[in-house]
Protein backbone atom coordinates (compact mmCIF):
# COMPACT_ATOMS: atom_id res chain seq x y z
CA UNK A 1 0.00 0.00 0.00
CA UNK A 2 1.13 3.45 -1.34
CA UNK A 3 1.50 5.89 1.90
CA UNK A 4 1.47 9.32 1.18
CA UNK A 5 2.44 12.01 4.52
CA UNK A 6 2.46 15.47 4.00
CA UNK A 7 4.39 17.80 6.63
CA UNK A 8 5.13 21.78 6.66
CA UNK A 9 2.33 23.66 6.27
CA UNK A 10 1.28 26.86 8.78
CA UNK A 11 0.18 30.10 9.37
CA UNK A 12 2.50 32.51 7.69
CA UNK A 13 2.03 35.96 6.55
CA UNK A 14 2.19 36.99 2.61
CA UNK A 15 5.32 37.49 0.87
CA UNK A 16 6.91 34.91 3.29
CA UNK A 17 7.84 31.46 2.32
CA UNK A 18 6.79 27.61 3.32
CA UNK A 19 8.53 24.50 2.23
CA UNK A 20 6.07 21.52 2.08
CA UNK A 21 7.53 17.97 2.15
CA UNK A 22 6.15 14.86 1.54
CA UNK A 23 7.40 11.09 2.27
CA UNK A 24 6.65 8.29 0.53
CA UNK A 25 6.40 5.06 1.35
CA UNK A 26 5.37 1.14 -0.09
CA UNK A 27 6.44 2.35 -4.05
CA UNK A 28 9.05 2.36 -6.28
CA UNK A 29 9.51 5.78 -5.83
CA UNK A 30 12.04 6.57 -8.79
CA UNK A 31 9.33 5.36 -10.72
CA UNK A 32 6.62 7.58 -10.08
CA UNK A 33 6.11 11.23 -11.11
CA UNK A 34 5.41 13.07 -8.35
CA UNK A 35 2.81 16.43 -8.05
CA UNK A 36 1.49 18.97 -5.43
CA UNK A 37 -1.87 19.90 -5.64
CA UNK A 38 -3.94 22.27 -3.48
CA UNK A 39 -7.70 22.83 -2.88
CA UNK A 40 -9.03 26.32 -1.27
CA UNK A 41 -12.76 25.99 0.43
CA UNK A 42 -15.16 25.94 -2.07
CA UNK A 43 -13.39 25.86 -5.06
CA UNK A 44 -12.31 22.32 -6.77
CA UNK A 45 -8.84 20.84 -6.25
CA UNK A 46 -6.12 22.17 -8.73
CA UNK A 47 -2.86 21.23 -9.99
CA UNK A 48 0.44 23.46 -8.85
CA UNK A 49 3.19 21.29 -9.62
CA UNK A 50 4.96 17.74 -11.23
CA UNK A 51 8.15 16.70 -11.13
CA UNK A 52 9.51 13.29 -13.06
CA UNK A 53 10.69 10.42 -11.88
CA UNK A 54 14.66 12.01 -12.81
CA UNK A 55 13.56 15.65 -10.97
CA UNK A 56 15.09 16.96 -14.23
CA UNK A 57 11.17 17.77 -15.77
CA UNK A 58 9.05 19.57 -14.20
CA UNK A 59 5.79 21.40 -14.82
CA UNK A 60 3.97 24.36 -12.70
CA UNK A 61 0.62 26.09 -12.86
CA UNK A 62 0.62 29.69 -14.09
CA UNK A 63 -0.28 31.37 -10.86
CA UNK A 64 2.69 29.80 -9.09
CA UNK A 65 5.58 29.85 -11.84
CA UNK A 66 8.45 31.68 -10.25
CA UNK A 67 7.64 31.46 -7.04
CA UNK A 68 7.05 27.83 -6.42
CA UNK A 69 9.71 24.84 -7.08
CA UNK A 70 9.06 21.23 -6.53
CA UNK A 71 12.44 18.82 -6.45
CA UNK A 72 12.91 15.21 -4.85
CA UNK A 73 15.59 13.37 -3.17
CA UNK A 74 14.79 9.78 -4.39
CA UNK A 75 17.32 8.61 -1.86
CA UNK A 76 15.18 9.53 0.60
CA UNK A 77 12.04 9.15 -1.13
CA UNK A 78 10.58 12.55 -0.58
CA UNK A 79 9.43 15.35 -2.91
CA UNK A 80 9.11 18.90 -1.57
CA UNK A 81 7.51 21.97 -2.46
CA UNK A 82 9.38 25.56 -1.67
CA UNK A 83 6.85 28.42 -2.10
CA UNK A 84 8.33 31.80 -1.76
CA UNK A 85 6.02 35.26 -2.38
CA UNK A 86 3.65 33.45 -0.92
CA UNK A 87 0.33 35.12 -1.53
CA UNK A 88 -3.30 35.31 0.27
CA UNK A 89 -4.42 33.33 -2.32
CA UNK A 90 -2.09 30.43 -1.97
CA UNK A 91 -4.65 29.98 0.92
CA UNK A 92 -5.40 26.01 0.78
CA UNK A 93 -4.90 22.34 1.64
CA UNK A 94 -1.51 21.40 -0.37
CA UNK A 95 -1.58 17.21 -1.44
CA UNK A 96 1.35 15.43 -2.19
CA UNK A 97 -0.13 12.86 -5.32
CA UNK A 98 1.92 9.95 -6.97
CA UNK A 99 1.19 8.70 -10.52
CA UNK A 100 2.79 5.46 -11.76
CA UNK A 101 3.90 6.44 -15.35
CA UNK A 102 6.34 8.29 -17.42
CA UNK A 103 4.07 10.36 -18.91
CA UNK A 104 3.06 14.14 -17.30
CA UNK A 105 -0.15 14.84 -16.36
CA UNK A 106 -1.40 17.39 -14.68
CA UNK A 107 -5.11 16.24 -13.50
CA UNK A 108 -6.41 15.06 -10.44
CA UNK A 109 -7.50 11.51 -11.43
CA UNK A 110 -4.29 10.39 -13.34
CA UNK A 111 -2.47 10.18 -9.64
CA UNK A 112 -3.58 7.24 -8.21
CA UNK A 113 -2.25 8.11 -4.72
CA UNK A 114 -2.68 10.61 -2.44
CA UNK A 115 -1.93 12.09 0.84
CA UNK A 116 -3.58 13.48 3.75
CA UNK A 117 -2.74 17.49 3.02
CA UNK A 118 -1.02 19.83 5.00
CA UNK A 119 -2.80 23.24 5.25
CA UNK A 120 -1.20 26.70 4.13
CA UNK A 121 -2.71 29.48 5.28
CA UNK A 122 -1.28 32.88 4.20
CA UNK A 123 -2.57 35.93 6.06
CA UNK A 124 -1.97 39.89 4.70
Known amino acids: QVWLVESGGGLVQAGDSLRLSCAASGLTFNRYIMAWFRQAPGKEREFVAA????????SYADPVKGRFTISRDNAKALVYLQMNSLKREDTAMYYC?????????????????WGQGTQVTVSS
Open 97 to 113: AARGSVIMRTNPPAFSS
Open 51 to 58: IDWSGSGT
